[in-house]
Nanobody, 115 residues
Framework: QVQLMESGGGLVQPGGSLRLSCTAS????????VGWYRQAPGKQRELVAR???????NYADSVKDRFTIQKDNAKNMLYLQMNMLKPEDTAVYYC?????????WGQGTQVTVSS
């Protein structure tokens, strides 16, 4: 089992920044992948960014050059630095981990981009 807990969401103006954090209950270096997904009202959950074992990183086209995913293996932490936020980034953001062929999710943190 893996427990994941997100923090760092909130209300921010367009053009602003937020940093999301995710704490994992297990060593994230042992996981096949760790990443961030989001779900806006009325839409399907979508990949934002993830890191796959071996270091491969991929981002959704809509967040490239604005968002950065990072992990700290020593602290079992995953981060998402979000810059130049847009209203369309408004969503619930979920931390995800794939471990031992199973998908694990955090409970999500709300990010609202609005003036």
């Amino acid at each position: 089992q893996v427990q994941l807990m997100e923090s760092g969401g909130g209300l921010v103006q367009p053009g602003g920044s937020l940093r999301l954090s995710c704490t994992a209950s297990r060593n994230i270096d042992t996981m096949y992948s760790v990443g961030w997904y989001r779900q806006a009202p009325g839409k399907q959950r979508e990949l934002v960014a993830r890191i796959v074992s071996g270091g491969y990183t991929n981002y959704a086209d809509s967040v490239k050059d604005r968002f950065t995913i990072q992990k700290d293996n020593a602290k079992n932490m995953l981060y998402l630095q979000m810059n130049m936020l847009k209203p369309e980034d408004t969503a619930v953001y979920y931390c995800n981990a794939v471990w031992n062929t199973q998908n694990y999710w955090g409970q999500g943190t709300q990010v609202t981009v609005s003036s």
